[in-house]
Protein backbone atom coordinates (compact mmCIF):
# COMPACT_ATOMS: atom_id res chain seq x y z
CA UNK A 1 0.00 0.00 0.00
CA UNK A 2 1.28 3.20 -1.10
CA UNK A 3 1.51 6.62 1.59
CA UNK A 4 2.50 10.23 1.08
CA UNK A 5 3.15 12.20 3.53
CA UNK A 6 3.20 16.05 3.26
CA UNK A 7 5.43 18.37 6.11
CA UNK A 8 6.63 21.65 5.60
CA UNK A 9 4.15 23.66 5.38
CA UNK A 10 4.48 27.30 6.98
CA UNK A 11 3.29 30.56 7.44
CA UNK A 12 5.98 33.39 5.23
CA UNK A 13 6.43 36.41 3.83
CA UNK A 14 6.61 37.50 0.25
CA UNK A 15 9.80 37.15 -1.34
CA UNK A 16 10.79 34.15 1.47
CA UNK A 17 11.31 30.20 0.93
CA UNK A 18 9.71 26.92 1.71
CA UNK A 19 10.59 23.56 1.32
CA UNK A 20 7.68 20.93 1.35
CA UNK A 21 8.93 17.29 2.13
CA UNK A 22 6.82 14.48 0.55
CA UNK A 23 7.52 10.91 2.37
CA UNK A 24 6.56 7.92 0.28
CA UNK A 25 6.44 4.40 1.45
CA UNK A 26 5.34 1.34 -0.52
CA UNK A 27 6.97 2.53 -3.15
CA UNK A 28 10.38 3.70 -4.20
CA UNK A 29 10.23 6.70 -5.59
CA UNK A 30 12.71 6.28 -8.74
CA UNK A 31 10.46 3.83 -10.27
CA UNK A 32 7.63 5.87 -10.34
CA UNK A 33 6.24 9.77 -11.28
CA UNK A 34 5.17 11.43 -7.95
CA UNK A 35 3.20 15.01 -8.62
CA UNK A 36 2.74 18.23 -6.44
CA UNK A 37 -0.85 19.55 -6.15
CA UNK A 38 -2.24 22.83 -4.65
CA UNK A 39 -5.67 23.69 -3.75
CA UNK A 40 -7.36 26.68 -2.51
CA UNK A 41 -10.91 27.41 -1.31
CA UNK A 42 -13.50 27.37 -4.03
CA UNK A 43 -10.33 26.14 -6.52
CA UNK A 44 -9.60 22.82 -8.25
CA UNK A 45 -6.67 21.63 -7.47
CA UNK A 46 -4.15 22.54 -9.47
CA UNK A 47 -0.79 20.71 -10.28
CA UNK A 48 2.48 22.14 -9.49
CA UNK A 49 5.04 20.00 -10.59
CA UNK A 50 6.49 16.12 -10.93
CA UNK A 51 8.93 14.12 -11.08
CA UNK A 52 9.52 11.47 -13.54
CA UNK A 53 11.60 8.16 -11.86
CA UNK A 54 13.13 10.92 -9.14
CA UNK A 55 15.30 12.56 -12.14
CA UNK A 56 13.05 14.29 -14.48
CA UNK A 57 11.11 17.52 -13.33
CA UNK A 58 8.43 19.27 -14.85
CA UNK A 59 6.78 22.53 -13.99
CA UNK A 60 3.63 24.31 -14.55
CA UNK A 61 4.19 27.60 -16.13
CA UNK A 62 2.91 29.69 -12.66
CA UNK A 63 5.73 28.18 -10.84
CA UNK A 64 8.56 27.97 -13.29
CA UNK A 65 12.08 29.23 -12.39
CA UNK A 66 10.57 29.52 -8.57
CA UNK A 67 9.85 26.34 -7.31
CA UNK A 68 12.13 22.72 -8.01
CA UNK A 69 11.07 19.34 -7.47
CA UNK A 70 13.98 16.99 -6.78
CA UNK A 71 14.07 13.24 -5.06
CA UNK A 72 16.43 11.80 -2.32
CA UNK A 73 15.99 8.25 -3.23
CA UNK A 74 17.80 7.48 0.07
CA UNK A 75 14.69 9.09 2.12
CA UNK A 76 12.27 8.19 -0.82
CA UNK A 77 11.46 11.42 -0.34
CA UNK A 78 10.25 14.29 -3.08
CA UNK A 79 10.84 17.96 -2.56
CA UNK A 80 9.22 21.04 -3.60
CA UNK A 81 11.66 23.97 -2.71
CA UNK A 82 9.45 27.10 -3.10
CA UNK A 83 11.53 30.29 -3.65
CA UNK A 84 10.09 33.87 -3.93
CA UNK A 85 7.31 33.10 -2.74
CA UNK A 86 3.73 34.93 -3.74
CA UNK A 87 0.55 35.70 -1.70
CA UNK A 88 -0.97 33.52 -4.68
CA UNK A 89 1.03 30.65 -3.66
CA UNK A 90 -1.17 30.48 -0.63
CA UNK A 91 -2.72 27.06 -0.68
CA UNK A 92 -2.67 23.29 0.36
CA UNK A 93 -0.11 21.42 -0.86
CA UNK A 94 -0.40 17.69 -1.88
CA UNK A 95 1.80 14.89 -3.29
CA UNK A 96 0.02 12.44 -5.41
CA UNK A 97 1.58 9.15 -7.16
CA UNK A 98 -1.17 7.48 -9.03
CA UNK A 99 -4.27 7.12 -7.32
CA UNK A 100 -3.14 8.04 -3.77
CA UNK A 101 -2.90 11.34 -2.01
CA UNK A 102 -1.56 12.76 0.76
CA UNK A 103 -3.56 14.24 3.52
CA UNK A 104 -1.85 18.01 2.43
CA UNK A 105 0.54 20.68 4.45
CA UNK A 106 -1.12 24.47 4.51
CA UNK A 107 1.51 26.91 2.74
CA UNK A 108 0.59 31.00 3.50
CA UNK A 109 2.06 33.61 2.02
CA UNK A 110 1.02 36.47 3.50
CA UNK A 111 2.70 39.98 5.09
Known amino acids: QVQLVESGGGVVQPGESLRLACAAS????????IHWYRQTPGKEREWVASIFLGKTPNYAWSVKDRFTISADNSKNTVYLQMNDLKPEDTAVYYC?????WGNGTLVTVSS
Open 26 to 33: GIPVYVTT
Open 96 to 100: KRAGD
